[in-house]
């Protein structure tokens, strides 16, 4: 059964658990599991563990305590790496993962609303809820990709000839990706929470997505056959 991604080399209890078994649950439609295949398992693994096209991924609990995080994760929290001598690493993990938060369990929200530093990398956070869990008692309730700035950009106007996507449909997208919740969006745009979300029920139909993170799985699908198309 095929893993999304490496288990982060240093052996910490975050990259023990069974991601195959795992991937299966997470939503509903596997939106999600298809969207973190896509960013995280295609490309060649550079001799450091990363590459140039890989996505951080990290499963928090109801709690949002760390669960998993893969190599990308490992990379883009703790740089330069550097615990301290009275820190383990995984409190050091867990610090830096609790640092991208403010707010009580009831009320997180992103410290980072556009993107946040990692040495001269820039990471985009995308937070996803997950509604099922493992027969093992393993509840991820909370999926967090860390994407590297660059390929957050997307050819709108490709991803509207492509998905005949109209202006309107287009402008949601594009405050969708920058990680804009729907009264966000409505804010931006103008327009009342109820037409941005009937925008995003049309938006998931011309794309054949089922959830939000299904819209996000194919614009990763639309900015990989841009970058192929233009280096060919």
Do not use: C
Request: no cysteine; hydrophobic share 35%; net charge positive.
């Amino acid at each position: 059964m095929q893993m999304w991604g490496n288990i982060a080399q240093r052996k910490n209890r975050f990259g023990r658990q069974n991601l195959g078994d795992l991937a299966d649950h997470l939503s509903p439609e596997s939106t999600l599991r298809e969207e973190a295949e896509g960013a995280l398992s295609k490309g060649q693994l550079e001799s450091n563990g990363t590459n140039s096209s890989s996505a951080g991924l990290l499963l928090l609990d109801a709690s949002y305590r760390l669960l998993y995080a893969n190599q990308e994760a490992h990379t883009a929290l703790t740089y330069p790496g550097n615990p301290g001598k009275n820190s383990s690493f995984d409190a050091f993990l867990e610090g830096r993962v609790q640092s991208l938060f403010t707010g009580s369990n009831g009320s997180r929200q992103l410290k980072y609303p556009g993107s946040f530093p990692s040495g001269r990398r820039r990471y985009k956070l995308r937070v996803f809820s997950l509604r099922s869990s493992l027969a093992n008692g393993f509840k991820p309730a909370v999926a967090v990709l860390l994407e590297r700035d660059q390929k957050l950009k997307v050819d709108l106007s490709f991803l509207s000839g492509r998905y005949r996507l109209t202006r309107r449909e287009a402008e949601t997208v594009d405050h969708l990706v920058q990680g804009s919740n729907t009264k966000q969006i409505a804010g931006r745009m103008g327009i009342s929470p109820n037409t941005v979300k009937a925008f995003l029920r049309s938006i998931m139909m011309k794309m054949g997505a089922d959830t939000r993170a299904g819209i996000i799985a194919k614009i990763l699908q639309a900015s990989n056959s841009i970058a192929r198309e233009t280096s060919s």
